[in-house]
């Protein structure tokens, strides 16, 4: 039977993880153990769980329990239903929420960086992306356009954040990721190479090739790097790169939102190299 509960007090302590707790507060870096983060709408939820993640508890629009949720509580067992009038769950968590459903969940152990690209062909690498809305959409191109995995330096925001899940679609939980260790550029772009990759920075150089030039696709292994809003990737990552790579533009747009360009860059970068044109028999 589902455990579901009325919310009537707001200032429940089993609520704080929908309400009260930052981004900062689920992350716990202090008792990793008992990281949490939120997924946000039936979909993304699904996602999770296929990807197996632990949920902890529901909360949700009291009309979705025999609606959309339905499905996800018969996954998640008697887990703690916290359910009430959209109105209120407003009220509590100061936002509304995506089709009335939040799923707080353990945080799953992050794999090694070399566990994830070791047999991979297409990686995405991303420097210092701070923007969850911007890390959310390249997550969903990366899966959508073939890449293999993303890599994360350090500094970028965190995958799990709650708005970079819900922009991803849940796809967050769909393509293999982690963060880099150690220093960047150094040790990251050691091990890209210890695993035969050639790295291609997307930026804005005299000493660039455009981005649909056939060597790049013929590229066995490739490594796209693509840096923060504003400043783009920094001058000692691209001079580490075999490519500085840029998307041509017209009507004197000079550059495009990393997220479009990811996008651009997926697509293009992930097509099979051309074929040879079969040798012509001489009459």
């Known amino acids: 039977m589902p455990n579901i509960i009325e919310i009537t007090d707001f200032q429940a302590p089993e ?3 929908y309400a009260r ?20 709408s039936p979909n993304v939820i699904h996602r999770a769980l296929d990807a197996g993640c632990v949920p902890v508890s529901l909360l949700l629009e009291r009309k979705h329990i025999e609606g959309q949720a339905k499905s996800i509580i018969e996954r998640c067992g008697e887990l703690p239903i916290y359910t009430a009038p959209l109105p209120v769950l407003t009220e509590l968590t100061g936002f509304p929420l995506t089709r009335g459903v939040l799923c707080a969940m353990r945080r799953p152990k992050l794999p090694e960086p070399e566990a994830i690209v070791r047999n991979a062909r297409r990686v995405a690498v991303m420097e210092n992306v701070m923007n969850p809305t911007n890390l959310g959409a390249i997550f969903r ?13 350090p500094a970028c925001t965190d995958a799990l954040y709650r708005r970079c899940v ?10 293999p990721w982690t963060y880099l260790t150690g220093t960047w550029p150094e040790d990251g772009m050691a091990l890209l190479r210890r695993l035969g990759f050639r790295t291609a920075a997307l930026a804005l150089r005299e000493d660039t090739v ?20 504003g400043d783009g990737l920094a001058d000692s990552t ?3 790169c075999d490519y500085t790579v840029k998307i041509p533009m017209s009507h004197g747009v000079d550059s495009l939102n990393v ?11 992930c097509k099979p190299a051309p074929e040879a044109p079969s040798p012509t028999a001489e009459a």
């Open 210 to 229: 455009s981005i649909d030039n056939p060597v790049l696709n013929a590229e066995e292994k490739l490594a796209v790097l693509l840096g923060t809003e």
């Open 259 to 269: 997220a479009a360009a990811s996008a651009v860059a997926f697509y293009q970068l």
């Open 21 to 40: 707790l930052t981004e900062n507060q689920l992350v716990n870096r202090a008792d990793p153990d008992n990281a949490l983060f939120i997924a946000e």
């Open 166 to 175: 819900r922009v991803s679609m849940g796809t967050v939980f769909q393509i």
């Open 15 to 17: 609520l704080d993880v």
């Open 141 to 153: 191109s990366a899966a959508a356009l073939n890449m293999d995995a993303v890599l994360l330096t």
């Open 238 to 240: 691209i001079a580490a």
